[in-house]
């Protein structure tokens, strides 16, 4: 679901993989679709109004009929295109015509997701939704007491989110049956693979009953997903939204080239421009996002870190202090971060680039939601520069290079991404360029001017242009140096072109 302005985005099909399980594509018109031409009963009508939801998104446009007539679905669509609301309204829908109540420890409808925020996430969103209608909605996840959640499904609950290992463990001590489940979803199915939580499905769909409706949502789809689909859905439609609209029309991208040792001197750098209101830094794994936040939290930063080590109250506790503007900056791991809905995140760091390309659209994703623009930063150090290929391969947009210059050819000898204009001259005639400040984010088509866009000039800059300010990681250059780069620096200041929004 999606207040104006907010696109889609998710990955392309991979084609082969559906030629075999042979799921028909819908081809619905876009034009003209309002939530109420979409027929939803009262209650739920009454529910999106409050909300001033009128415009489905692409992704609901084209899901929701098939499943509002009792259809199976896959659905392509990363997390911020409103699949949650794709597959929560056709639900409430089929759970409202009639009155039955969910028995004790018998749900009727149940939703997998890879995340405890994630789980979270969806609630919230379901019980918006059905604010107005009689069902009753519940989340097991770990990282909380058990008990709890066995009393609450003792009283009965129609909707039941949930995470694969609470609801094993719930289902083993006979706190839960599935066996009367009327509808299924399985959200972020792609990530359920990437954490190995595969088996654990395929446990929990063995439970089910055959006679029920199915929709199966991932942002990509690999030859497992595909195969799982195959044995989840009868007769599925597909259906799919554009995967790179967000990351390539409203989000600014650039790379730092820049070495490991460096990056934390360089974020510091950047964080002090005051522009940078809410800022999501991602990190690869979970030791370093805490290394990050602690070098900030020293350094004067209110951060947070949220990753998998963390318990669910921790996890919380982070998340709420960064929605309420407490901490200015929340340090994150892939995977933590799957759920994760903050309005007006202005900039979207990536420490450390992910392993997989399509986890960079999830990443920036983050900023540049409900129709605003934003900006995403990259480090990148000469041993992920595969990854930044990968990234740029995906994208089909080279990202714009604010600091030290790209590689003549990359890893596998291949002539580099053509540059933007403007960006080659200056990688021509700079060895190191400085690197550039980036401000508020501003809306698809407008353009910056300027070298530092109204930013406080880098401390330090006059005796190592290119580099952040001098710290104990990384060595001064000796004084004939910095004076032959501030010579180089002052030839072409005024050269530099404007930059491409």
Not at 212 to 234: K, V, Y
Not at 316 to 328: M, N, T, V, Y
């Amino acid at each position: 679901m999606q207040r104006p302005g907010r696109e889609a985005r998710g990955p392309a099909p991979k084609k082969p993989a559906f030629a075999r399980a042979g799921p028909q594509k819908e081809s619905i018109p876009l034009n003209e679709n309002t939530f109420a031409t979409l027929g939803f009963a009262e209650p739920i009508a009454r529910a999106l109004s409050a909300a001033q939801f009128t415009t489905p998104t692409p992704i609901q446009v084209q899901a929701i009929p098939p499943l509002n007539s009792g259809r199976d679905v896959i659905g392509l669509a990363q997390t911020g295109t409103g699949k949650t609301a794709a597959f929560a309204l056709p639900m409430l829908q089929r759970l409202s015509k009639d009155n039955t109540r969910a028995a004790p420890r018998l749900p009727r409808a149940l939703v997998l997701a890879p995340t405890r925020e994630l789980a979270l996430q969806i609630a919230d969103s379901i019980r918006t939704l059905g604010r107005f209608s009689r069902q009753r909605v519940a989340v097991v996840m770990g990282g909380v007491g058990i008990g709890g959640q066995s009393k609450v499904l003792a009283q009965g609950v129609d909707i039941l989110i949930a995470t694969p290992g609470r609801l094993l463990d719930l289902m083993g001590q006979g706190s839960v049956r599935l066996d009367r489940v009327e509808y299924f979803v399985l959200d972020e199915a792609d990530r359920m693979l990437d954490m190995g939580f595969i088996r654990d499905i395929k446990k929990i769909v063995a439970t089910l009953p055959k006679a029920r409706q199915s929709a199966l949502f991932s942002a990509t789809m690999p030859n497992e997903i595909a195969g799982l689909a195959r044995d989840l859905l009868r007769d599925p439609v597909q259906v799919s939204v554009t995967p790179k609209q967000v990351a390539v029309d409203r989000i600014d991208q650039h790379v730092y080239f820049v070495d490991t040792a460096s990056k934390r001197g360089l974020l510091m750098e950047l964080l002090q421009a005051a522009e940078m209101e809410r800022v999501i830094v991602f990190t690869r794994t979970k030791h370093g996002a805490d290394r990050v936040a602690q070098h900030l939290v020293k350094g004067g930063v209110v951060a947070a870190a949220i990753h998998g080590n963390k318990s669910q109250g921790q996890r919380q506790r982070a998340l709420g202090e960064f929605k309420a503007g407490q901490a200015r900056v929340l340090v994150a791991t892939d995977i933590a971060a799957r759920g994760i809905d903050v309005a007006d995140v202005t900039h979207v760091i990536n420490f450390d680039l992910p392993m997989e390309p399509e986890a960079y659209v999830h990443r920036i994703g983050r900023t540049a939601r409900n129709g605003a623009a934003g900006i995403a930063l990259t480090f990148c150090d000469h041993s992920e520069r595969s990854q930044l290929k990968a990234v740029e391969r995906l994208t089909k947009v080279p990202l714009l290079v604010a600091m030290g210059q790209r590689p003549a050819t990359n890893d596998a000898g291949e002539p580099r991404p053509q540059q933007r204009q403007g960006q080659q001259r200056r990688g021509q005639q700079q060895r190191h360029g400085q690197p550039h400040h980036h401000g508020k984010p501003q809306r698809h088509g407008q353009h910056h001017h300027g070298h530092h866009h109204g930013q406080p000039q880098h401390r330090g800059a006059a005796q190592h242009p290119g580099q952040p300010q001098h710290s104990v990681e990384e060595p001064r250059q000796a004084p004939e140096q910095r004076q032959g780069q501030e010579q180089r620096r002052g030839m072409h200041h005024t050269r530099r072109s404007r930059r491409a929004a």
